[in-house]
């Protein structure tokens, strides 16, 4: 229990502005599927997204990072270096801190690998195994986020607003949600 308490989670997700699920299936009887009552609008996909990275651990849900570029190496590293690195050694000056994340490309690229080499000495790096299922507790905050954010009526028209609303949504997050 002493090991879970020191541990950051962390984890990027992509928010919809019009978020689309996939398939809706409906039973209809035959001669209805031309009825307007058994027809639905949809929207395309591609009308904006925004990608968050976020980390938390029992002591502080951390702020949100909007990520303007697309997430290779050399990004997550800037993150990692600016972000994480400071309130790790922060929290745990002994040295004693452990970091999850899980096997995304930009994690396990070579250049990220090699920063944590140098800095094992003030953190450590959690294993995740190959072909896991994604037990990432921070994958549970992602969900709540955008329940929370298709639950607001009217929806978000641009990425400004969409930006604004999950930032807003993140900072009023349950303390014990994380904890």
């Known amino acids: 229990m002493d090991e879970w308490k020191r541990v950051v989670w962390s984890d990027e997700s992509r928010f919809l502005i ?10 209809i009887l035959p001669g209805e599927q031309l009825l307007l009552s058994c027809t639905a609008g949809h929207t395309q996909a591609g009308s ?16 949100v990072i909007v990520v303007e570029q697309t997430m290779i190496a050399a990004n997550y590293l800037n993150i990692i270096a600016d972000q994480l690195h400071p309130y790790v050694v922060f929290v745990f000056p002994t040295g ?17 690998l ?5 800095h094992i000495d003030e953190f450590h790096l959690m294993s995740c195994p190959l072909n896991s299922p994604d037990l990432n507790p921070m994958e549970y905050i992602w969900v709540v986020v955008e329940w929370q954010l298709r639950a607001q009526t009217p929806p978000c028209p ?6 604004d609303c999950c930032l807003d949504i993140w900072y009023n997050l349950s303390p014990v949600m994380y904890q």
């Open 158 to 163: 641009n990425i400004s607003t969409l930006c």
């Open 96 to 112: 004693n801190g452990i970091f999850q994340q899980d096997n995304a490309p930009c994690h396990k690229a070579w250049i990220v």
């Open 48 to 63: 904006g997204s925004i990608m968050l990275w976020g980390m938390f651990s029992l002591v502080a849900l951390r702020p």
């Open 18 to 27: 019009h978020h689309i699920n996939g398939r809706v299936r409906v039973r």
């Open 114 to 118: 090699e920063w944590f080499k140098d």
